[in-house]
């Protein structure tokens, strides 16, 4: 900056501003001499800085321009500060906002006799590199530019995303998505992302890369967007897009990394405070200011021609708990499952034997936790691998917090759960004997708010789902509204009825799966007929499929092909509540895996005595794991009763 420039600037002739700067300024305004001196205070302007940079000495000091929210600006700072400390330097550091302020710190730093200026530009570079050589600065980039005659030394985004993706390919991933912030390194990251996927024969598509106008936009909608075309994996271009992936998972009850794996390409720290622990490829920030260093100090202190002008920093992957192989789950199936019904928080009360007209019980053990034949059913068919959507409503309260909560941790997808804003979430109060049997009083709070226009809200969720399983804890009229969408949809129904006392004939054709317990039977059909009689006429009014379920003596299957018993698996009953559900859950999902009714029923057979172990709905829902200990033993029992059959 000269005395020309501030004249430029001003729009004064040289000698004015000689004589504001000389205190010779009688004969000029007082505005003239205020826009001079505001602008000789705004460009740090030094008299005879020139004169100055002649001499032969140096200041030992380096400037360092850099984006004030570059998110890794600190840790770039900081490696820049201890390489230039450790050779006797100082730095001088200056952030900026704008180009424009970019350009006015260029300009300031000629006339401080900088011995170098590290810039990591904004923007297009051009202007700010031939200001930089017209002062006759030494200077290098700490990014990335086209032009290699120019020193630059950088993290390298395209190498970092490409072992991100050779990472995600590594474990078996195909499908794998790309999140990206608008204008920062998002050329760089697809190249790497591309060179990654066609070394590995996979097909580019452009819809698995998403770029959004700000992190959280990115991480918000783009997550949701690739959530929703089934993608395996995503890498994130940096740790806040990472941050709202999680939160967006967390929303649709995908997750890490069961459903879906993460990677991440930049973070600063915060990663180690994300559960499950985000695997990451760091650009290596430490060492690129530390190179930046030693190679400004041969080009200002050493007589040799620097040979490589650009340098790129090799990034690290480091892993942590965000990625799993996509074919570990190989259990459940893709095939999307709905459950409409009730939810509720159940209070288990355990009794010697279950209360009489008029007795009053003590009891000595209660306990609280989640409950309803829906929210059961989602969670039991979650664990089981099933793809389950919920449809259902809960109280804005606390307890529909932990509800929902609840789906949640198990995996349900939670896009239909709808909150009450004037009912308070269902309760049910259970007894429990000694014996393991149980009566339950419902009090239905927000399920009685779940209508047909809750229902009629996620067609587009019908027309995608294969099955659905059905509850009658909620009012009739939108059960039997939900069975008819099953129908249009051609979606396959499981119907549980509950408390319902009677059945629309109309709807009993749509039926293909129902499944009441024996008490449930002759409530809805009427008359001394026996159970299998019962049976027998529901499936001449249309029900394809009839099991009902008997507790400890097991089950009855009544359809075209079969009419016979299945027997209880042998577990010791602790408590019969989520058996039903236990039951319904494990055998839909064997159903929507390709297993035959038979097989299925003996599967669901030990879900459910597994189930009747435990005490309480949800904590006896047990998972895959559990139902595996006992493979052996359901194979050798489906082979008994085919053995008998054929």
Known sequence: MTIKD?????????????????????????ETRKKV??????????PYSKVRETAAWRSCTFAVIIPKNLSYQQELIVSIEQAAVSNGYNIMVYFTKTQADEIKYIQILSGKNMDAILLYPIGEQKKSIELLEQQKIAYLLLKKIKQTQILQVYGDYEKATYLATKHLIQYGHQKIGLLLQENRHGDDCKEGYMQALFEADILFEAGNIFVGQDEVEAGRIGAHQLINRNLSAVICENEKIACATYATCQRHATRIPKDISVVCIHTMGFFNTLYPKLDIVTLNWQEVGKQAVNMILQKIESKKEITKNRVSVSPILIQGESVSNPFEKIYGSSQKMIVVGSMNVDSIINVEKLPTDGETLLSNHIVVLPGGKGLNQATATAKLGGLVYMIGSLGNDTDGKKLYHCLVENGVKTEGVRFSTTLSTGKA???????????????????????????????????????????????????????????????????????????????????????????????????????????????????????????????????????????????????????ADSFIAAFAVAISEGKDILSAIVFATYAAGISVSRLGAQPSMPD?????????????????????LY
Not at 6 to 30: F, G, P, R
Not at 37 to 45: E, G
Not at 540 to 568: D, P, R, S, W
Not at 626 to 631: E, F, G, N, S
């Open 429 to 579: 109060y259970v007894n429990v004997a000694k014996g393991g049997e149980s009566t339950i009083v419902v009090y239905p709070g927000a399920n009685g708010e779940l209508d047909t226009y809750q229902i009629r809200q996620q067609k587009k969720l019908f027309q995608l789902a294969q099955y659905c399983l059905l509850s009658l804890e909620i009012p009739q009229k939108t059960a039997m509204y939900t069975i008819k969408m099953c129908h249009e949809t051609n979606v396959i129904v499981f119907l549980k009825p509950a408390t319902i006392e009677t059945l629309d004939y109309d709807v009993m054709k749509y039926i293909d799966y129902f499944i009441p317990n024996e008490k449930e039977l002759h409530k809805i059909v009427q008359g001394e007929d026996s159970l299998e009689q019962k049976a027998e006429w529901l499936f001449q009014q249309g029900i394809k499929n009839v099991i009902v379920t008997l507790g400890a003596k097991g089950c009855y299957l009544k359809n075209e092909e079969y009419h016979m018993y299945f027997n209880a698996a042998p577990f010791e009953p602790q408590d019969t509540t989520g058996a």
């Open 6 to 30: 501030i004249a430029k600037l001003a729009q004064v002739s040289v000698s004015t501003v000689s004589k504001i700067l000389n205190h010779k300024d009688d004969d000029i305004s007082e």
């Open 37 to 46: 001196l505001k602008i000789v205070k705004q460009y740090q302007y030094t």
């Open 624 to 644: 895959r794991t559990a139902i595996d200990l006992y493979k052996a033993e359901i194979m050798e029992k489906i082979a008994e009763i085919k053995k008998e």
